[in-house]
């Protein structure tokens, strides 16, 4: 399957060809992605050079000699030396952190090898569906998809459609499709929990109680996702390990032609090309909702998907948490790198800041209720693994928070936690991130999207993760209140958000605390490289998305200034800009569901879905 020239079905293969199973006692096997690497001491440099840099930085900066000490000086502005020397030292803590993240994703990453599914086993297709919030149309290009799997045993598609919608029980009856609906039943309707109204692990956990014990397995993908034709070949084979509860594949978004769905993507280039494949090594890959099969037995046993703004992540906890009671050993998940369903992504950045809130708002959940259970009752590199994926949030958002903190300190009071060399300080933080830049580099030769072309850099990924920082903050505030929030499921089938200047009122807030700061470092001689440096950067970080939509919004209006004053000149091409229009908008519908007929400065680790 191609379109707009992607080889989505060479990037559906990319675990390797299937392979019958070696033993009736079956488990799944892996190959290592740094051992098959013809140049591993580059990269054994850059896992070993990147962490000690940090290391370095670190300890330079809070070296004890280099505290600052003021003999008389003013308690309070004491003190706020002392927020400086923590602010600093954490700072560059967390830098330590997201970089022997990724040096030890690099070196434990892995690809499951395939194997052929065993015949005969019972498997559902889900979908949902929510009348009114998704367009028909969409749903019946992923229902196309879904029909047209290829498997050797009973395969049902269901519908779970929240409405009990007359046109959507119309679609079912054509296309040969099976309608769920848990409409009007109280049970599967309730407040919170399980069976929470109105959600989608709602949805699926009552189709779950009514049809689930049918079936081994049930496979899904959201509604605004399409599935290739060998997406149950290359998923339900590695289930002949008794022990795995669940497979997951990468997302990627098929609507990609805005700069924002392509940075989108970007941006998520480190969770599904590295950390998900280092998860493999502890058989703790993080579940996705976006395109996966799952045990059904498995998720039973836990009392369904988990009731949380990101249900898939927090089901995966608790799966992971849990024993098989056949074996006795914890169950376990897979990761496969092939690219089996394309689906949508944010096109404005009102949906792209909506979309991060709420993964960065479920990871703080799971953080909150799930994690404290989770030492000493799951193993030891099973815990690692989580902890380096769920940092990720709350750490960038804190270390924002700590870098404008420290700006504001220095440049308003001239307050002061360490007194080191500009030079000094200067080289071996350009050192430290230079080597966090070359090993994310050096890892862009795993990336699995097909849209991105072969040796791009991935800088527009690296620089989403920054601009995603004030947001993660927001997020994190709003879990430590306790507020509920208003939480915005991103537009499908070709709807966007539109972006207006409110759209990008966290950003100018930080702004204008940032403007002001070096203004009054100006007034009050409060300078220092380091300082300034990071101010500047940081005022970069928060006006980039505002300069970005003014640029875009006002070449969008010229071009189409240009257009009417085209058909004002040439009455006879009045109706190419309209064919035009109708061109692309086919085009990107093929990308997203190929079978209708017809990613701080220096780089970040991304999670969630």
Known sequence: MRSRGYDYDTYSRLAGPLTEPDTDAYQV?????????????????????????????????????????????????????????????????????????????????????????????????????????????????????????????????????????????????????RHFTRAGVPEWNRPSGAHKARTKHGNYNAWIAMHGGAYHFFASVDTDHVPLPNFLERMLGYFRDPDVAFVVGPQVYGNYTSAVTKAAESQQFLFHALIQRAGNRYHAPMFVGTNNVVRIAAVRQIGGLYDSITEDMATGFELHRARNPRTGRFWR??????????????????????????????????????????????????????????????????????????CVLFLWLGASGTQVSSAVWLMIYSDAVALQIGLYLWNRRHNVSPHEPE?????????????????????????????????????????????????????????????????????????????????????????????????????????????RRTMALHPAAAGEPAALVAKVTQTTTAAAGTATPAPAPAPTTTGGN
């Open 29 to 177: 096997r892996y190959r290592s992605l740094l051992s098959k690497e013809p140049h591993r001491v580059r990269a054994v440099l850059l896992m070993s050079l990147a962490p000690l840099l940090s290391a370095l930085l670190l300890a330079y900066l809070v070296w004890p000699s280099h505290w600052t000490v003021r003999e008389g000086g003013d308690r309070w502005l004491v003190a706020f030396d002392t927020v400086m020397l923590v602010s600093i030292g954490l700072i560059c803590l967390f830098m330590l952190v997201n970089v022997a993240s990724i040096a030890h994703a690099t070196m434990v990453a892995r690809d499951p090898v395939p194997v052929y599914p065993e015949k005969g086993t019972r498997v559902a297709f889900l979908t949902t569906y929510v009348p009114g919030k998704e367009p028909l149309s969409m749903v019946r290009a992923t229902l196309e998809g879904a029909v047209r799997l290829r498997h050797c045993g009973p395969r049902d598609v269901w519908l779970l459609d929240e409405g009990d919608d007359e046109r959507a029980k119309a679609l079912c009856a054509e296309l040969g499709v």
């Open 333 to 406: 998940s897979v990761y496969t790198p092939d690219v089996l369903a394309v689906g949508e992504g944010p096109v404005s950045w009102t949906d792209f800041f909506s979309q991060q809130l709420r993964w960065s708002r479920g990871t703080y959940e799971t953080l909150f209720k799930q994690y404290w259970k989770a030492p000493f009752r799951i193993p030891p590199g099973r815990f690692l693994n989580y902890t380096l994926m769920l940092v990720y949030y709350p750490m960038t958002a804190v270390n924002w928070f700590l870098g404008v903190l420290s």
């Open 455 to 563: 040796g791009s850099g991935g800088l527009a990924g690296m620089a989403m993760s920054a601009l995603s920082a004030p947001i993660y903050l927001m997020s994190l505030g709003s879990a430590i209140a306790r507020t509920s929030g208003r939480f915005v499921v991103t537009p499908k089938g070709g709807e966007t958000s539109p972006d207006r200047l409110s759209t990008f009122r966290v950003h100018l807030f930080w702004a204008a605390v940032l403007i002001a700061s070096l203004a009054a470092s100006v007034h009050f001689r409060h300078t220092h490289a380091a300082m300034r440096t990071w101010a500047v950067l940081a005022l970069a970080i928060a006006l980039a998305p505002v300069a970005i939509w003014s640029w875009t919004t006002l070449r969008d209006r010229r071009a189409r200034a240009e257009a």
